[in-house]
């Protein structure tokens, strides 16, 4: 009897993880997103912002035509998918969700949420505007890790008037750096360690901290 009452409860407790994922999206209303950010993966580049209500509205209403595939989202980011798109609907709550493509379909995933399928337009609509409004930004790769510019001064100044680095190379500007110590804007920068994934350079007469992005 206990063997009968514990595999039933097993069965109880899988049954609940798995409908603890939605089969529905459910999305913030058009009026509590300010703006909506959209970004290839792996990200290499600047991110596009679309703030336009028309915009957030045409967005909504093409996510609203996605069908539930059932399949359940177990990852921070879809895995074994090709031409990823991150889209970040800015609210009071963010919610980030992934278009791409998979074994010749496309898909929406908001991670641990659930997984849905979409139309071909409606991937190539949001694919084809983030390919075409991005554009590259400065990089640098120190300690295996790309770092990206940020566009922000460094107020105060590195702590410590010892460099720890020194960009040796680079390579074309619209190219991304594959060495450490290689940039795409150019050689002879000092770097050092500025925090937990940010780097400061003296580029442009000034500090300027590139951070690491997932």
Not at 92 to 99: A, I, L, T
Not at 152 to 177: K, M
Not at 180 to 192: H, K, L, R, T
């Amino acid at each position: 009897m206990k063997r009968i009452i514990g595999v039933m409860l097993g069965l109880f407790l899988l049954v609940g993880c798995s409908s603890a994922q939605q089969s529905t999206l459910e999305l913030p209303a058009k009026e509590q997103v300010s703006s909506v950010e959209l970004a290839m993966v792996p990200a290499v580049a600047s991110v596009v912002t679309k703030g336009d209500s028309n915009f957030v509205e045409e967005l909504l209403a093409d996510l609203a035509t996605a069908k539930s595939t059932k399949q359940e989202s177990v990852n921070d980011k879809p895995v074994n998918a090709e031409n990823i798109v991150s889209v970040t609907l800015v609210a009071d709550k963010d919610v980030r969700g992934y278009f791409y493509q998979k074994d010749g379909k496309y898909y929406f995933e908001i991670p641990y949420n659930g997984i849905w399928e979409i139309d071909q337009l409606v991937y190539n609509k949001y694919y084809q505007l983030t390919e075409s409004e991005q554009q590259i930004v400065r990089m640098v790769r120190i300690d295996g890790k790309l770092f990206f510019d940020v566009n922000r001064p460094v107020i105060n100044g590195p702590t410590c008037g010892t460099q720890d680095g020194l960009i040796s190379s680079t390579v074309a500007s619209d190219q991304i750096p594959t060495e450490d110590n290689q940039s795409n804007f150019g050689v002879d920068y000092q770097w050092q360690y500025g925090g937990m994934n940010v780097i400061n350079i003296m580029v442009d007469d000034g500090w300027m901290a590139f951070e690491a992005r997932d």
